[in-house]
Structure formats: structure tokens, C-alpha cells
């Protein structure tokens, strides 16, 4: 004998803890504190994640880049911890990995985006030991400080795989710390540092390459592009890159190493990828200017998650939030839809220990400044804002729902 598994009911139900869904819970509910707001998060804490760049450099105290999630909700939350299994929104429910049935009259999807270890052969074996780091998990972050510390001269390597990643200016950025600090330490004749792209270009947005080249070829870093890491032997600290031959024809290029910082490759979540909330490239497919999804006018997305085409950082969360909320709100009162996200987002760009670089724009490249400060040149300042005021922005004010909008403005005449 059989029996249906329990249902629960919520108005909003909230898919991912992390920077997208605290931030819209926050606010929906300073809007409206009688909202029966709901956040399905499997998670036991939760990660300031800008500052493990910063904690892989050995100038930030990874203890203070985690805090209970408990302890980040908003009140009034209903916090149901657990994963989704699988998203049936023409039923308007979610279903979740213990078998419950979770209905809604409105969703927003945040589950953020997932770090695919596995996607090279050997690195999953390996991370965490025989030099081998990231900063992309706080499980793994302060190996790269360690790494860092005990090197002694030889091959340095950082990677970064093609795009979609989150954050895709951190792996360069550690590889300039780097530099920075075999530098200070009188190792740099000593050392060679390369980094690996499996893209293109340096950067998504043109007017920031050369700056940025700039700033590799001070530290004595060289660029290699269009080479995807593909296997890592820890054993014989050999990285192994694929990279396209004159002919066309995918060759490899093995590539010995004492150190390797490696940037994991980054796809959707697999139950956003496998649902019907999916586009072509498994991201939650939603209207660029409002994020509401496409064919599901009761659904939103944001985040790192949604097919939002700009950069996946915290920056970009901060002005898709409160356009999320504005429309979300409209959307339950049966209004119009008036809210514009226009793509802006920001990438602290850590060139040195005391040096920033912040690249600010919106769709389509278009570099939109906050300060009236050359964006192409490094700033002391920004070191500042980076390290010590955005993190108790972060806690005290975006994920409180009472974060103020601060205006941005296209560059004219953008100079490098």
C-alpha cells in the first residue's frame, strides 16, 4: 500500500541560501513582513566567497568568511532544509529529496552554480595535497596559502577553465598575489608563473585586457590562452592542457608543475539543467531585463543560476535583487512588471597586496563606473574596499534585505 508523499504549501518558495536567495528573502520580507516566505537550503553555513582570493593570500582570516546560516536568515523565514529533487512548475511545486511535495504561488530559483571536480581527470584524487589548491571552496582555500608559503621557487601554475564561472576574474587574481608575495619573499628569479585560459581573451570585457596585460607582464606572468586543463597527476606533478593544433585538431600539452592553482570547470546545477525550467545550456532561462523565466510568469531567477547573461558575482546579485523583489511582488499583486536589471556587475580586480582594480559594467560590455575613479588603473582605496568595507557591507546591509542602490553611469570614451 502506498501513500502520497506530504505536501507543504508556501506563497514564495526560495531555492538556494546563498548570496541571491538570503538577499531576495530579506527584502521581500522588509517589503512585506506577512509574507509566508519559504527557503529550501541543504546547507549548514553560509560563505562570504570574495574574500577566499583573499584567504588564498594569506590576508584574511578564513574564519570569518563563514557564519551559520541559521544565523543569516531573515526573520520570518521559514527555513525547510533540504535539496531539491526536481522543479514541476505547471504543478507549481518543487519536489525535495526526502519526498516531499513543496507548492507555491510564486518561486524564485538561486540554487547558485555547480563546481564540476570531476570534469578533469585526476584533480578530485589530488586537490588538497601534492600542491594542488583553489580558492574555489572553503574547504580548499587555505591549502592555497599553504602552498604559497612552502613554495620555494620553480613552476607555478594557475588555471581557469571557459566560461560560464563564477566570479572569472579570481583566477587571476591569485596568481598576481602570488607573484606579489614570491616577490616580497626574493623568490621571483626563482619562480616561473604561468596562467592557463581556457578561453579566449584575459577578460569578458575588452576595455579591461590591456590593463590587465599590463599588470601580468610587471609581475612576470605570463598569459597562455585557449588552453583547457584536462587531467592533473599528482603523483608526477604534471598538468595536462588541451589546446587546438593549426590544423584544428585538439592536441596536449603537459605541463610540469610545483605549484598549481586550479579554477574547477562550472556548469548548472543538475536539477536546474534537467528541469523545464531549463534553456538550451541548462540555465534557468529567465527575461534579462526583469528575470522573470520566459514561460513560467510566476517563476524568477537570479544569480548564478539564471541565464542572466553577465557576470555570476555578488555584485551582480546586488542589483538583480531588488528588480527580483520589485517584480515578484508586482507579479503577486497582478500589477505590470516595471523593474529593469541592465546587466550591471563588478569585479574587484586583486592585482597586488594593497592594489585593486575594479571593473564595473553592464550588458554588452559597457564600462559603467560607481566613482568617479579611473577603473583602468589600480587603487590603493579600492584595496581597502575590497578587504575591510564590502565584507561588513555584505553582512550588515545586502543580506538584511537594506542594501541602498548606488547609481553607475557608462564611461565615455573608455581608455586604457
Known amino acids: 500500500m502506498s501513500s502520497e508523499p506530504e505536501a507543504l504549501s508556501r506563497q514564495v518558495v526560495i531555492v538556494g541560501g546563498g548570496s541571491a536567495g538570503i538577499t531576495v528573502a530579506a527584502s521581500l520580507l522588509k517589503k512585506q513582513p506577512s509574507l509566508d516566505v519559504a527557503i529550501v537550503e541543504p546547507s549548514e553555513n553560509h560563505y562570504y566567497q570574495p574574500a577566499f582570493t583573499l584567504v588564498g593570500g594569506g590576508t584574511y582570516d578564513p574564519a570569518k568568511t ?22 514541476d512548475p505547471d504543478g507549481d511545486a518543487v519536489r525535495l529529496d526526502d519526498g516531499r511535495i513543496l507548492r507555491y504561488v510564486c518561486l524564485v530559483v538561486a540554487p547558485g552554480i555547480k563546481l564540476d571536480w570531476g570534469r578533469v581527470e585526476g ?16 574547504d580548499t582555500v587555505s591549502y592555497t596559502w599553504e602552498c604559497l ?30 607573484a606579489d608575495h614570491l616577490r616580497r619573499e626574493g623568490l621571483k628569479d626563482k619562480s616561473t608563473l604561468k596562467f592557463y585560459s581556457g578561453g579566449g581573451a584575459l577578460f569578458s570585457v575588452p576595455d ?16 597562455i590562452l585557449s588552453h583547457d586543463l584536462v587531467a592533473v597527476d599528482g603523483h608526477r606533478r604534471v598538468a595536462t592542457f588541451a589546446t587546438a593544433g593549426a590544423d584544428g585538431k585538439t592536441r596536449h600539452v603537459e605541463q610540469p608543475y610545483d605549484l598549481l592553482h586550479v579554477t574547477p570547470h562550472q556548469r548548472a546545477p543538475d536539477v536546474v539543467r534537467n528541469s523545464p525550467l531549463a534553456d538550451a545550456a541548462g540555465w534557468v532561462e529567465v527575461d534579462k531585463a526583469t528575470t522573470q523565466h520566459v514561460r513560467y510568469p510566476n517563476v524568477f531567477s537570479l544569480g548564478d543560476a539564471s541565464s542572466l547573461p553577465t557576470s555570476k558575482t555578488a555584485a551582480a546579485v546586488r542589483k538583480q535583487a531588488p528588480v527580483t523583489v520589485k517584480n515578484l511582488l508586482a507579479r503577486l499583486a497582478g500589477q505590470t512588471l516595471t523593474a529593469r536589471y541592465d546587466g550591471y556587475t563588478s569585479c574587484p580586480l586583486v592585482t597586488a597586496y594593497g592594489k585593486v582594480m575594479v571593473a564595473e559594467f553592464i550588458y554588452d ?37 537594506k542594501a541602498p542602490d548606488i547609481a553607475h553611469k557608462p564611461l565615455n570614451n573608455a581608455s586604457q
Request: with cysteine; hydrophobic share 40%; aromatic share 12%.
Open 149 to 178: 608559503k612552502q613554495f620555494r621557487g620553480g613552476n607555478a601554475i594557475f588555471t581557469q577553465p571557459p566560461p560560464p564561472l563564477k566570479c572569472a576574474g579570481a583566477p587571476q587574481k591569485i596568481a598576481y598575489l602570488a
Open 365 to 401: 560590455g559597457v564600462v559603467t563606473p560607481t566613482l568617479p575613479l579611473d577603473p583602468f588603473k589600480e587603487s590603493r582605496f579600492y584595496w581597502v574596499v575590497k578587504k575591510h568595507l564590502l565584507p561588513s557591507f555584505y553582512w550588515g546591509a545586502m543580506l538584511k534585505g
Open 208 to 223: 579591461f585586457v590591456p590593463p590587465l596585460e599590463r599588470v601580468a607582464q610587471a609581475h612576470g606572468v605570463e598569459i
Open 123 to 138: 584533480l578530485a584524487e589530488t586537490l588538497g595535497q601534492n600542491g594542488v589548491c583553489s580558492n574555489y571552496s572553503p
Open 66 to 87: 563563514g557564519r551559520p546560516l541559521r544565523s543569516v536568515l531573515p526573520k520570518g523565514a521559514t527555513w525547510i532544509q533540504a535539496a531539491v529533487a526536481s522543479f
